[in-house]
T-cell receptor
């Protein structure tokens, strides 16, 4: 079954540390996305990618980097984690035809 | 930028009652989707409906593109319908989804 798998499911990170969130999809989708969800803000787009080895900035990219080494894999990197980056992070993939979006189960990140 | 507003913010129903959720958006949408998020869970796509009316099971979505609004009707609500319903649009400048803040639905037995 096609799916989007995120790892880890949850993580506690220290302020100033490096955090990498991973995402793997088996949907054969070209587009992949990273969103963060905060209470009162809904989901906001951080970075996205429509082809391997290329990433694009979303609406709130500051403090985040992204990497798309292959069609299946898309990572979100926090080089210097900050308290304000505590949130739930969702990865998603889509077929680019605007009709088929699949989300991962999310990663709960707590920065202390 | 694009904005998506949902109402009501929360809704409490008795099992068997119907629910009507609203979504208004500030710019042209080439795609509109309704998602369901269980408490503490991931998002599941319910309906893709950029215009007109679509049905699936107990769900009916009506989107009036010119008026930039969409509704999601849930008939004969069940306790398992409890959760958050999110409306999201894709504008005419790309493929990213812009989300509303959701409607939290609680269905009591």
């Amino acid at each position: 079954e096609a799916a989007v798998t995120q790892s880890p499911r949850s993580k506690v990170a220290v302020t100033g540390g490096k955090v990498t969130l991973s995402c793997h999809q088996t949907n054969n989708h070209d587009y992949m996305y990273w969103y963060r969800q905060d209470t009162g803000h809904g989901l906001r787009l951080i970075h996205y990618s429509y082809v391997a080895d290329s990433t694009e900035k979303g609406d709130i990219p500051d403090g985040y980097k992204a990497s798309r080494p292959s069609q299946e894999n898309f990572s979100l990197i926090l080089e210097l984690a900050s308290l304000s980056q505590t949130a739930v992070y969702f990865c998603a993939s889509s077929d680019g035809q605007n009709s088929d979006y699949t989300f991962g189960s999310g990663t709960r990140l707590l920065v202390i | 930028g694009q904005q998506v507003q949902q109402s009501p913010a929360s809704l409490v129903l008795q099992e068997g009652e119907n629910a009507e959720l609203q979504c208004n958006f500030s710019s042209t949408a080439t795609q509109l989707q309704w998602f369901y998020q269980s408490p503490g869970g991931s998002l599941v796509s319910l309906l893709s409906n950029p215009s007109g009316t679509k049905h699936t099971g107990r769900l009916t979505s009506t989107t009036v593109t010119k008026e930039r609004r969409s509704s999601l009707h849930i008939s004969s609500s069940q306790t398992t319908d409890s959760g958050t319903y999110l409306c999201a649009i894709v504008g005419n400048m790309g493929y990213k989804l812009t989300f509303g803040t959701g409607t939290s639905l609680l269905v009591d037995p």
